[in-house]
């Protein structure tokens, strides 16, 4: 069982900025993809960016330019800044790890990102 701790969430004006953090209970290293997904009211859950053990990363075309995913190895934690936040970002933010050898993914509480004026 992987415990994910996420923190940063909160209310920012249009053009803002924010970072989110996921904190994992297990080593960077044993984890395979780390990603950050969000659910916006009435929508669905849907991927925002992936990082991956070798450090490849994937966005959604909404964040492109916008959001940086990272990771510090040493924390076991993973980031996601979020630069020129548009009201269309508010939603719940998800963090999501699949650890190595693991068939189940495991996905943190959430953390509410608000964007308004």
């Known amino acids: 069982q992987v415990q994910l701790v996420e923190s940063g969430g909160g209310l920012v004006q249009p053009g803002g900025s924010l970072r989110l953090s996921c904190a994992a209970s297990i080593s960077i290293f044993g984890i395979s993809v780390m990603g950050w997904y969000r659910q916006a009211p009435g929508k669905e859950r849907e991927l925002v960016a992936q990082i991956s053990r070798t450090g490849f990363t994937n966005y959604a075309d909404s964040v492109k330019g916008r959001f940086m995913i990272s990771s510090d190895n040493a924390k076991n934690t993973v980031y996601l800044q979020m630069h020129s936040l548009k009201p269309e970002d508010t939603a719940v933010y998800y963090c999501?790890?699949?650890?190595?050898?693991?068939?189940?993914?495991?996905w943190g509480q959430g953390t509410r990102v608000t964007v308004s004026s």
């Open positions: 999501n790890v699949k650890p190595i050898g693991d068939p189940n993914a495991y």
